[in-house]
């Protein structure tokens, strides 16, 4: 089974910084990568999403994600965030091989933004 | 657009009382998907179902079930609740079972039990 790792758990930065969120995942397979956003008290929403093609994927409020196979990673970037950023994000990755199709969440980075 | 809806958004129960979830998914989206989150946790992945079926199990306890109707909605039902089954419940849902379908989130049912 497939496990995700999220290498921070809790990031703090100020308004204008870059951001860069690291996610591994262990399965060695062709694999479909996520990244919701969990605003405080709120649903997760989908960021983006890599399932092939071009391994840069762009998401939504300036996010985006770089797929890097031989390092089985999805990092989170964005190159300047804003106080709204404040959220939890949790990477997730399904495994595209198998008849399973739900999918497999990464514990979550807290990500605070100072104004 | 619609969402996911999800009812009730919150729910109080007390230990070995009985719970049903309710999950009304994305029109046109046949495919449901559980999922539980714990206080500080990642979600963790109960079970799905498509066109109707159970179609994956994942970490649901015996004492909850859960089936998709007719007109695709789903219910989670959690029996002798216990204190550790406090947590948020979210669905998703998604069109068809292709890797391509991208699960989307309710804003949850939020379960305490006392």
């Known amino acids: 089974a497939q496990s995700v790792s999220q290498h921070n758990h809790h990031v703090i930065l100020s308004e204008a910084a870059s951001l860069e969120l690291g996610c591994n995942y262990s399965y060695g397979g062709t694999v479909n990568l996520f990244w919701y956003v969990q605003y405080p008290g709120q649903h997760l929403q989908l960021l983006l999403k890599y399932f092939s093609g071009d391994p840069l994927v762009k998401g939504i409020k300036g996010f985006e994600a770089e797929f890097i196979k031989s390092k089985f990673s999805f990092n989170l970037r964005k190159p300047s965030v804003q106080w709204s950023d404040t959220a939890e994000y949790f990477c997730a990755v399904r495994d595209s091989g198998a008849g399973s199709y739900q999918l497999t969440f990464g514990k979550g980075t807290k990500l605070s933004v100072i104004p | 657009a619609a969402g996911v809806i999800q009812s009730p958004r919150h729910l109080i129960k007390e230990k070995r009382e009985t719970a049903t979830l309710k999950c009304y998914p994305i029109?046109?989206?046949?495919?449901v998907y559980w999922y539980q989150q714990g206080p500080g946790q990642d979600p963790q992945f109960l079970i799905s179902f498509y066109e109707k079926m159970q179609s994956d199990k994942g970490s649901i306890p015996d004492r909850f079930s859960a089936q998709q109707f007719s007109d695709y909605h789903s219910e989670l039902n959690m029996s002798s609740l216990e204190l550790g089954d406090s947590a948020l419940y979210f669905c998703a849902s998604s069109l068809g079972q292709g890797h391509n379908s991208p699960l989307h989130f309710g804003n949850g049912t939020r379960l305490t039990v006392t």
């Open positions: 029109p046109r989206h046949d495919t």
